[in-house]
């Protein structure tokens, strides 16, 4: 997880401008592009969480990349020079050796910049680390996500941190939010490598482990408090499917059921408008879901219509009207598919592509 620090060191406006003026002799139209672009995303990012060490992001945004197109020969010359050898992680990666190589280039000829504080955010955007500051993430993530970003990932992280308005939220959950984008983002990342078939450098890796562990706790933390107060929550007698639904979810989550999935069938189902799809580990497990579940959100204002398990202790159905749970077990989940049938039924009707 990252670590909150305040480096209370600013950058005038015209430092700003000439550093930029210089680290645009250095770098093609296409990368200076994309260091604008980190630039303005990395401010847009520190007003939300470090708003007094905007101006320092920025000048960490605009020398991010102040190594990224240097041939191979040179990187490695500037590491001997260092006497900073590449483990063999790293010699896999050549991405991330300008996050390396970067530090070493602003001290010698960028020194007005070279404050431990910009050099870390730097050092630490193209891998992360287990225990990142809030501004390493802020760069981490500006990289991924300025505007000029066309690639699938970053369209999609893109979206997941914006669209959920972090500029509303209080400062806890905005934080929190930050911790969620950046799993994801790493995850993405481990995913890009593992289709390249390299090993990844072992930083990310700890980086993702950390992030994936403090947020599980954390959601593991709400959802107590949550259910705790559970029948006190506003009624879903008159809720539509898809908050019905979402509620199903919680509470199976709640209770360690796995690989949740769900399904809007409306159009595609003539008993129901969403299902709810989940496993459990055992026939004790299937039945202590089902019984929650339909005490839980009764609590709610949702009574179940029906239920059948009948003899099967594989799989247990539990109909709210608008919403459909099913609970298996993993082979029976497996051997029916009604994942695929039902989101293949919502995909025909998309018409095809040219």
């Known amino acids: 997880m990252y670590k909150a620090k305040i480096a209370k060191i600013a950058f005038d406006t015209r430092a700003l401008a000439d550093l930029e003026s210089a680290v645009e002799k250095v770098l093609s139209p296409y990368r200076m592009a994309h260091t604008r672009g980190v630039a303005k995303m990395a401010e847009r990012l520190a007003r939300l969480y470090l708003p007094r060490e905007a101006s320092l992001l920025r000048a960490a945004a605009l020398l991010h990349d102040i190594t990224k197109e240097m041939p191979r ?107 969620k984008t950046l799993e994801k983002a790493l995850e993405m990342t481990l995913a890009d490598i593992g289709r390249e078939g390299k090993e990844p450098v072992r930083e990310t890796v700890a980086a993702y482990t950390a992030f994936r562990a403090a947020n599980a706790h954390k959601r593991r933390k709400n959802m107590v408090e949550t259910l705790e107060n559970w029948a006190e929550l506003p009624s879903l007698a008159d809720a539509d499917a898809a908050e019905v639904a979402r509620a199903a979810k919680f509470v199976l989550d709640m209770k360690k059921a796995g690989d949740i999935a769900l399904i809007p069938v409306k159009g595609h189902s003539d008993i129901t408008d969403y299902l709810v799809l989940a496993n459990a580990i055992s026939a004790p497990h299937i039945q202590s879901l089902a019984d929650e579940l339909i005490f839980r959100m009764g609590e709610r204002g949702v009574k179940a219509l029906y239920t059948d398990g009948g003899n099967r202790r594989s799989w247990v159905v539990v109909d709210f009207g608008t919403v459909m749970v099913h609970i298996f077990d993993r082979e029976t989940r497996g051997f029916y598919h009604l994942d695929k049938l039902y989101k293949d039924a919502a995909r025909s009707d998309e018409g095809e592509t040219l």
Do not use: Q
Not at 106 to 115: G, Q, R, S, T
Not at 137 to 158: H, K, M, N, P, W
């Open 73 to 179: 020969e040179e990187h490695l010359d500037i590491l001997r020079a260092a006497k900073r050898p590449l483990r063999r992680d790293e010699r896999e990666n050549p991405k991330v050796w300008h996050a390396i190589t970067a530090p070493i280039v602003i001290k010698e000829h960028y020194p007005a910049f070279a404050v431990p504080a910009l050099l870390s955010a730097v050092r630490w955007h193209t891998t992360a680390h287990a225990r990142m500051t809030v501004r390493e993430a802020i760069l981490y993530l500006a990289d991924y996500i300025e505007e000029g970003r066309t690639f699938s990932d970053c369209v999609t992280l893109r979206h997941f941190f914006f669209d959920a308005e972090p500029e509303k939220m209080p400062v806890s959950a905005r934080r929190a939010h930050l911790a």
